[in-house]
């Protein structure tokens, strides 16, 4: 009866404030990328290196990405101007970048 409706009501109160807040998240997310676009060639600088690639902050924006080896000739040195196209904005806010035809 009355136990199990309370259960209940206590049990979607967690997942609707969940919901709130990863779409907030989300908006944070997208407002923080706000600017640069998915086939975008900007300028940026190498932040710091990693085993798998280096992140590169865009000048003037604040975004910061991933540009993977794998999508670079050789990967630049930290401090180092790179020119990259972005590949892709993930819904997370992450973004990809290649030096390949830019």
């Known amino acids: 009866g009355p ?3 309370v259960a209940a009501g206590a049990a979607a109160t967690p997942a ?5 807040t990863a779409g907030a998240g989300a908006a944070e997310e ?3 990328t706000s600017g640069v676009e998915e086939g975008g060639v900007y300028e940026g600088t190498c932040a710091r290196v990693a085993p798998y690639g280096a992140f590169v902050r865009l000048a003037g924006t604040g975004v910061e990405g991933l540009l993977h ?5 050789r990967v630049p ?8 196209r972005v590949l892709r904005i993930g819904d997370d806010g992450r973004v990809a970048f290649s ?3 830019v």
């Open 77 to 84: 040195g930290r401090g180092a101007a790179v020119r990259v």
């Open 69 to 73: 080896r794998s999508q670079c000739k």
């Open 99 to 101: 030096t390949k035809d």
């Open 16 to 20: 609707g404030a969940e919901k709130e």
């Open 30 to 32: 997208a407002s923080a």
């Open 3 to 5: 136990g199990a409706t």
